[in-house]
């Protein structure tokens, strides 16, 4: 089956500094990437839409300056957050699209832990 | 390998009926979580259910129940008394000790009236 993966899988910063993820699917083309957010046992918020060639459509309560989000190619999207905070310590997982011959098929990544300090 | 299969890529059910959708998961972990989410056509993943692998009852939250068979690695999730507002993408996801999500590919529910 198709593979999305993300990097890094987990990562420490100090506060005020900036943290890149990526995502890519590894053996398909994606037109649209979502990021989420989860908490602890509970749902996955929906962070952003991101589509390749295009700005992402950022979810209502999400600071688009601060989660900036990059789809440069139909295999790899990237979340930057800038200028983290402890508040920001979440987990992140990134999915990936695919539509084809009428099947929409979305496929997630294994999600990057962040923790600010 | 895959670790989250989900065989059923579309179901339908007739509103008020109960359903049960199926995932079988692969781990050698003796610690995981097992977690239901369910996908709006908005995009979100709502948390509907979760079962600890130690957990010795079937998890319920309300309509929802999971059906935790250990022996068989399956955790189907069983909804009852279908409602339109059913009508949605779910899936299926696993976690491991190392905090890695292993997601399934997702049914397709439609509640038909």
């Known amino acids: 089956g198709a593979v999305v993966s993300q990097h890094p899988s987990r990562v420490i910063c100090k506060s005020g500094t900036s943290v890149k993820i990526e995502c890519r699917s590894l053996?398909?083309?994606?037109?649209?990437m979502f990021w989420y957010r989860q908490f602890p046992k509970k749902s996955l918020m929906l962070m952003a839409t991101?589509?390749?060639?295009?700005?992402?459509?950022?979810e209502q309560g999400v600071e688009k300056d601060k989660f900036l989000i990059n789809h440069a190619s139909l295999t790899l999207s990237t979340l930057t957050v800038t200028s983290a905070h402890p508040e920001d310590s979440s987990f992140y997982i990134c999915?990936?699209?695919?539509?084809?011959?009428?099947?929409?098929?979305?496929?997630f990544g294994p999600g990057t832990r962040l923790t600010v300090l | 390998a895959q670790k989250i299969t989900q065989t059923q890529p579309g179901m339908f059910v007739q509103e008020k009926e109960a359903v049960t959708l199926d995932c079988t998961y692969d781990t050698s972990d003796p610690s995981y979580g097992l977690f239901w989410y369910k996908q709006p056509s908005s995009g979100e993943m709502i948390f509907l259910i979760y079962?600890?692998?130690?957990?010795?009852q079937n998890a319920t939250e309300g309509r929802y129940s999971l059906n935790f068979q250990k022996a068989r690695k399956s955790a189907n999730l069983v909804i009852s008394a279908s409602q339109l507002g059913d009508s949605a993408m779910y899936f299926c996801?696993?976690?491991?000790?190392?905090?890695?999500?292993?997601f399934g590919t997702g049914t397709s529910l439609t509640v038909i009236p």
């Open positions: 996801a696993m976690r491991l000790t190392g905090n890695q999500f292993y």
């Open positions: 053996d398909f083309q994606a037109t649209t």
């Open positions: 999915s990936a699209r695919v539509i084809t011959s009428g099947r929409n098929e979305q496929f």
């Open positions: 991101s589509n390749e060639g295009s700005k992402a459509t950022y």
């Open positions: 079962q600890g692998s130690y957990d010795q």
